[in-house]
């Protein structure tokens, strides 16, 4: 079997070790007769891959237990809509953040809920190349909350740092950066992300939620977009997508046994590191837009002379096994995406490519 390097933005890839369990259990798990696919969400085989799922985000994630741990459907995007549905009361007013394209979306679909303004923004004739400094934001003391994207896939920046927002809370859309370095989640109310990137397959939504902002949340609001319900019934109120849960279960193991999160961010940076000497390495080639600085370790972009010459460095690419590296269709350029499914190997791979490259340029 020849397995591509996959640098797609997402669906991404995922670590082969976890699909091979997968591949080991598709039709007979654990000696029940038949695939988790074909179990009923009710019953005790899947519940127990469910809750070890959450318990193996809570151990990754050292969640104490002030928070919730709750699986949704719809992505990032439904979120972009119910956080203000739950946490945007009438009278009172949320902040924004915008420093990419997705959080250009959330502060749009917020629009249609309540009333919102933006706190900050990084937007220069519709591009971002950088992450804003503490001064340079407007927060409003007496917000509901306070919105953030931490990564920004189309446009490769990252928050490094997390802006103080006093006795706000703080709402973070870590759809592309989540699990890939230790963070202190107790400086947020509430985080969740599309698994699709870091987690596991798409079709599950992970929401982070502390019990104080579940517990006061709005009522008036369907009862499926409650986060209340989803807390008050395990995540099981409906059925949830149960082999995408089950597969992050097989991510999330994997990600504890090669070492946790320490592990898992010592092999980003590296692979941030590995490409971005290159890219800086050969300047008249490559040029990486973005300041040093807000550079992102999920996403890296870069363009070079031309389109042409993006579209033949792409083709090239493709002919040696390396896919998904075109530039999201907003922005051009090249994107390589390094979640932490993608091996070292397959940025050593790339970088050996680019240099090779940029001497035949």
Request: aromatic share 8%.
């Amino acid at each position: 079997m020849a397995r591509v390097h996959n640098f797609n933005a997402g669906p991404a890839g995922l670590p082969l070790p976890a699909l091979e369990r997968a591949q080991r259990e598709l039709l007979d798990f654990e000696g029940t007769g038949m695939s988790i696919m074909e179990h009923s969400h009710r019953g005790k085989a899947f519940e127990a891959v469910h809750n070890e799922a959450i318990s193996l985000l809570r151990q990754l994630l050292g969640l104490t237990d002030d928070y919730h741990v709750l699986f949704m459907q719809g992505g990032a995007a439904m979120q972009f809509a119910v956080v203000p549905m739950n946490l945007l009361p009438p009278g009172r007013s949320a902040d924004y953040i915008v420093t990419g394209g997705w959080s250009e979306k959330a502060l749009e679909e917020a629009k249609r809920v309540g009333t919102v303004r933006v706190a900050g923004s990084t937007a220069v004739d519709k591009r971002y190349t950088r992450i804003p400094h503490q001064g340079e934001l407007s927060l409003d003391p007496n917000a509901a909350y306070v919105h953030m994207t931490t990564n920004n896939t189309l446009f490769g920046t990252q928050w490094h740092w997390l802006p103080d927002t006093g006795d706000v809370p703080l709402v973070a859309d870590m759809s592309s950066d989540i699990l890939w370095r230790k963070m202190d989640i107790s400086r947020f109310a509430l985080v969740y992300a599309g698994a699709q990137k870091n987690i596991g397959p798409s079709g599950i939504t992970v929401v982070i939620a502390r019990k104080d902002l579940v517990d006061s949340a709005r009522k008036d609001i369907p009862v499926i977009f409650r986060y209340a319900t989803y807390a008050a019934n395990n995540s099981l109120y409906n059925t949830p997508p149960t082999f995408a849960i089950y597969l992050m279960r097989n991510v999330l193991a994997y990600t504890l046994e090669i070492g946790g999160l320490e592990e898992v961010e010592r092999r980003n940076r590296k692979k941030g590191e590995l490409l971005y000497e290159t890219i800086d390495a050969h300047p008249d080639v490559f040029r990486a837009p973005v300041e040093k600085e807000s550079r992102s370790f999920m996403n890296v972009v870069f363009r070079l002379a031309s389109e042409e010459m993006e579209k033949r460095f792409v083709a090239e690419a493709a002919k040696e096994g390396m896919v998904g590296l075109a530039g999201h269709r907003s922005t051009g350029g090249i994107r390589v995406s390094i979640y932490n499914a993608v091996p070292v190997a397959s940025v050593e791979r790339l970088t050996a490519f680019m240099r090779d490259f940029a001497k035949r340029a």
